[in-house]
């Protein structure tokens, strides 16, 4: 059994307009697998990481709907008391949020943050918490970090606060890491270290990892499998090579011809798709790519697109050049 499976999982929001944010989504992440949700902002793939650990609002507040499940070995997270929730998080399974000037506490030092989730869950007293947290920024990579455990946020540079991020994310050695956009906010250099930096801790954990991100150069060199998502729905499911060897869905070829290539000519030109994000169609009265997609037929606003194919799958009844629609059936 997968360690974990998220089947039909949809997202509400009530305001002045109820917003279907995720709308139905399912994919599944094994055991030391790294999986990525791709996709362009507002798709839909840091919700659906805070619905899986319980971090959106309460849904008695009538502002915000969760439904479908998320087994996490065998328990439904969706489901789950706040309680059970608060042992899962920082044990089970941890997170790596995008921001990390904005997810670290600005008046507390860095080591007490750190070992804050060894005390807590580990229950080791706070002089062994310290140690070990001492332990955990020199193992990702900050240098003297006895003196690093004294300051602040705001006295580390972007990268070491995301290292510092890491650090605590992986203290209890989680079972799945979510990392939402961990390398957004970092230049290059450092995005190349960081993503070594994670490959190297699942590789040595054996952690299960959900990569939330945009760039599909991440993808690239990081994923196992990967979950396209436009519009709250998963459009193209597949292993990291065949999707990036054949890619199907329209909105995948779309990101893939937006990104340069070191092999193409100089001065060519890139495919951006057209549009915007909010150029979208309501899932019950077509496909939502359908507005900005050069390949949109009739058909594409007869109803909505089922899941076609396995193991690699794809949303769209008019897919990419060379697709034998029979043969994937």
């Not at 849904?59 to 065998?74: H, I, P």
């Not at 006295?155 to 939402?180: E, K």
């Not at 957004?184 to 952690?207: C, F, P």
């Not at 037929?297 to 029979?326: K, Y």
Request: hydrophobic share 40%; aromatic share 4%.
């Amino acid at each position: 059994m997968a360690l974990l499976e998220v089947e039909d999982l949809g997202v509400t929001f009530r305001g002045d307009r109820e917003v279907r944010a995720v709308d139905g989504v399912s994919f599944t992440v094994d055991a030391g697998e790294v999986t990525g949700l791709v996709g362009e902002s507002g798709c839909g793939k840091s919700v659906t990481s805070l619905a899986l650990i319980g971090l959106l609002p309460k849904q008695n507040t009538r502002r915000v709907r969760v439904d479908g499940r998320a087994l996490f070995d065998g328990l439904d997270l969706l489901r789950a008391d706040t309680r059970t929730l608060r042992d899962i998080r920082g044990r089970e399974i941890a997170m790596i949020f995008q921001d990390p000037l904005s997810s670290l506490n600005p008046v507390v030092p860095i080591g007490v943050q750190v070992a804050e989730v060894l005390v807590r869950h580990r229950g080791v007293s706070k002089a062994e918490a310290q140690r070990r947290a001492a332990q955990l920024l020199d193992r990702v990579g900050i240098p003297d970090p006895n003196r690093r455990l004294k300051e602040y946020p705001h006295q580390l540079s972007g990268g070491m606060r995301q290292r510092a991020l890491i650090a605590m994310a992986v203290a209890c050695r989680p079972r799945l890491l979510i990392a939402d956009e961990p390398t957004t906010a970092l230049d290059v250099t450092i995005q190349a270290q960081i993503l070594e930096l994670l490959k190297e801790l699942v590789r040595e954990d054996g952690t299960a990892m959900i990569m939330i991100t945009h760039d599909l150069g991440v993808v690239a060199g990081l994923c196992d499998r990967v979950n396209v998502l436009y519009a709250g729905r998963v459009v193209e499911s597949a292993a990291r090579r065949p999707l990036f060897a054949e890619p199907v869905h329209p909105y995948t070829i779309g990101l893939l011809n937006s990104i340069p290539r070191l092999d193409a000519g100089q001065g060519a030109r890139l495919t951006p798709i057209r549009g915007s994000v909010r150029d979208v169609l309501p899932w019950s009265q077509g496909c939502a790519f359908a507005p900005r997609c050069d390949r949109a037929v009739e058909e594409c606003l007869a109803g909505p697109p089922e899941i076609t194919g396995d193991p690699h799958s794809f949303r769209c009844v008019n897919p990419g050049v060379g697709v034998d629609l029979e043969e994937v059936r």
